[in-house]
């Protein structure tokens, strides 16, 4: 590991005391603190209803099971963003349509996704990607007239908004995933969030077996007594949250706005420091959203490709400086490559942001001399290139 990590997560003496107490409890899964928890981030986002899991794939596996997404369905999605948003729409056999991103947000263009609806078009999967929210209205609303439902991987928008609602709010289902490097963590755990309560309860059985769920789901002779413990209503996964996990994600929820505050803070030093920065790009917040900081992610411009781009990340690791690609093309990996025949210039903005972009080290904890080492070893690497292009 670098000496300056690319991300660290925030775990104060709460959320250590939280887990102690669960562990002195006894319980360790299915009980009042999974349940609290559910209710932290639904009530957060404005849902009636929230289902913890135990990942943010496993929320999107389970949101588009819900839907009843399937086998010769297309659900139009990112080209650029973390894998799982694409990979959770093979799991259930549908086929992921990808449409090219707007360069300055880095979400999908509406525009593109409006073109690429089909009748074979079942949902709409959009990414608030680095915890943008930008054309989450937008996006809902042409869901809404097309008949589809918007499904927000919202794994990286937690605290964020777009026109004052808040993400996780605009899709029929939203999820939410904690891994460490999330706003908020619980190790590994993620919640679907959603108002719509049959698809709550599916999720909550699909979650556990496919068992009935405590309040029934009408179509079982064993629905509500005891013994509904064994009734299988349907396929179902282990997708469940232990009380360990939960107990911290309750104790990280409490410390929401402080965590999301220290991010802001350190968000807005970068900006200061690296806006007289020549050849960078910086990130781009446009009314009406509020971002969300999850990552800190500079572009070079298109002077540069991905060779000088790579070259300045293994100069960073070099001075063990924490630095990253973030996000190759998913069309792009071997995998999708292979079964799908993507090319390169498919995808032509998603592709060009792709392999310029650099994320670097960030965390609420991190102080001003840590920042000041940072952006010095990027200056450094940056004007090495310089040197090497004249
Ligand atoms: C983190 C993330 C997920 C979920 O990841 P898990 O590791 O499964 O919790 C999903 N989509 C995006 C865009 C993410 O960044």
Same mark, same amino acid.
């Given at each position: ?12 003496? *709460? ?47 389970? @949101? ?23 990979? %959770?729409?093979? $799991? ?8 090219? &991103? ?31 929210? *930008? ?12 008949? &589809?439902?918007? &499904? ?9 908004? /777009?026109?004052? !609602?808040?993400?996780?709010? /605009? ?20 919640? &679907? ?9 599916? %999720?909550? @059985? ?22 509904? #413990? ?9 997708? !469940? ?21 220290? !991010? ?10 690296? %806006? ?16 969300? #900081? $999850?990552?800190?992610?500079? !572009? ?28 190759? %093309?998913?069309?792009?990996?071997? $995998? ?5 025949? /993507?090319?390169?210039? +498919? ?20 102080? +001003? ?22």
């Amino acid at each position: 590991m670098s000496v300056i990590p690319l991300s660290k997560p925030d775990i104060g003496d *709460a959320e250590i005391e939280a887990v102690t107490d669960t562990l002195r409890s006894g319980r360790l899964s299915i009980g009042p603190r999974q349940a609290r928890f559910e209710e932290l981030v639904a009530d957060r986002t404005g849902r009636r209803h929230g289902i913890a899991v135990s990942s943010g794939t496993a929320g999107l596996h389970l @949101s588009l099971l819900a839907l009843g997404i399937g086998p010769g369905d297309e659900v139009i999605t990112t080209p650029f963003s973390f894998i799982a948003s694409a990979n %959770c729409i093979l $799991f259930v056999g549908a086929k992921p349509v990808f449409v090219d &991103i707007d360069p300055r947000s880095l979400n999908m263009d509406p525009a593109l996704v409006e073109a690429a609806i089909t009748d074979k078009t079942k949902a709409i999967l959009a990414v608030e990607v680095f915890g943008n929210a *930008a054309h989450m209205e937008k996006l809902a609303q042409i869901a809404q007239a097309h008949e &589809i439902p918007l &499904i927000e991987d919202a794994c990286e928008g937690l605290g964020g908004s /777009h026109n004052g !609602r808040p993400v996780g709010s /605009h899709g029929r289902a939203a999820v939410f995933g904690f891994y460490p490097n999330k706003q908020i963590t619980t190790g590994e755990g993620g919640m &679907i969030v959603t108002d719509d309560g049959r698809l709550a309860e599916f %999720c909550r @059985s699909t979650r556990n077996q496919g068992r009935a769920t405590m309040s029934g789901t009408g179509s079982s002779a064993y629905g509500n007594v005891s013994g509904s #413990w064994l009734a299988h209503e349907r396929l179902g996964y282990n997708y !469940r949250l232990s009380e360990i996990a939960a107990s911290l994600g309750c104790a990280q929820m409490e410390r929401l706005d402080q965590l999301l505050d220290a !991010r802001r803070r350190i968000a807005n030093a970068y900006m200061q420091r690296l %806006c007289d920065v020549e050849d960078l790009i910086l990130p781009t917040i446009d009314e009406p959203n509020h971002m969300s #900081w $999850f990552v800190f992610v500079v !572009r070079l411009n298109d002077h540069y490709g991905h060779t000088e781009r790579d070259r300045i990340i293994e100069g960073m690791h070099r001075h063990e400086v924490g630095a990253s690609n973030y996000f190759p %093309c998913i069309h792009l990996q071997p $995998f999708y490559r292979e079964t799908f025949g /993507h090319n390169k210039g +498919d995808y032509p903005v998603a592709e060009s942001v792709s392999q310029r972009t650099i994320a670097l080290p960030f965390f609420g904890q991190m102080d +001003d001399t840590t920042q000041e080492l940072v952006v010095q070893t990027l200056k450094v690497m940056i004007q090495r290139e310089q040197l090497l292009q004249r």
